[in-house]
């Protein structure tokens, strides 16, 4: 999957607009219900997603002005944002959901070219802006997921399957509390070596799947195990 910056907001364009449908049929009743989210109703996956979007316009704005700006203020002032917002009437969550999508937009449409080769100040530590709007497209996809809403991971494209699933598996190599496994996808011989080889297990099943699993989107009932055994248990996805 491409990670150019530009040729990436079409997919964004066209997950926002499957959100905003499934944001749509909500009522007060489907907001006030649980997500897959422990503790979060879907209206604060929604609330979550349109702060996330001004939060993204907030690194994009740091990149073009050379300007230091964090994504969010403070661990504390992203929660209290969320909270705020999760109780809103179905209309306020729709309107907030749309504005904060075009102010993305804009953002993205403001950048000048060599703007994409900074560096900015996320939560998960410091990256490169031309990876911005694939981190929007992954938030977008992987909440849309969390609202239980008939929207599952196999849903996703496989481009977005596939680059998902290597970017996990990189994620959790080296660390400690990730234990050794292959990671066997779409009945190839394509492979991903998380730790010791010689000691891993081979997981294998649709690359959407094993990507769904690995971030505690799926219980990995797809997959399969070689030698049988239980699946291996992923770490917590940061």
């Keep these: 999957m491409t990670m150019d910056p530009l040729l990436l907001t079409g997919d964004v364009h066209d997950a926002t607009a499957r959100l905003l449908r499934t944001a749509a049929r909500f009522d007060d009743a489907d907001l006030a219900a649980p997500s897959l989210l422990p503790g979060w109703t879907r209206g604060h996956v929604l609330a979550h ?12 704005t740091s990149a ?8 969010y203020a403070s ?3 992203r929660d209290a944002d969320i909270a705020a917002g999760a109780s809103r009437t179905p209309e306020e969550h729709l309107d907030d959901l749309r504005r904060s999508a075009d102010r993305f937009t804009e953002a993205v449409a403001a ?3 060599q703007a994409w080769a900074a560096t900015v100040e996320t939560r998960r530590g410091h990256w490169p ?7 929007r497209l992954r938030e977008l ?10 929207y599952r991971p196999a849903d996703w494209s496989a481009e977005f399957g596939h680059r998902l699933l290597h970017e996990v598996a990189d994620t959790f190599t080296g660390r400690d509390d990730a234990p050794p496994m292959v990671l066997r ?10 730790g010791d080889r010689a000691r891993a297990p081979v997981v294998a099943g649709p690359a959407a799947e094993l990507a769904a699993w690995l971030i505690g989107r799926s219980p990995g009932t797809d997959l399969t195990v070689t030698p049988d055994g239980q699946l291996p248990r992923p770490p917590e996805w940061i």
Excluded: C, K, Y
């Design 49 to 60: 997603l349109a702060r996330n979007a001004d939060a993204f316009v907030n690194l994009l």
């Design 64 to 71: 073009r002005t050379g300007e230091r700006i964090p994504q």
């Design 75 to 77: 661990a504390e002032a």
């Design 111 to 113: 950048m000048p070219p």
């Design 129 to 135: 802006a031309a990876m911005l709007v694939w981190g």
């Design 141 to 150: 996809e992987v909440h849309h997921v969390d609202l239980a809403a008939d």
């Design 185 to 194: 996808f779409d009945d190839s011989r394509h492979e991903l070596v998380v």
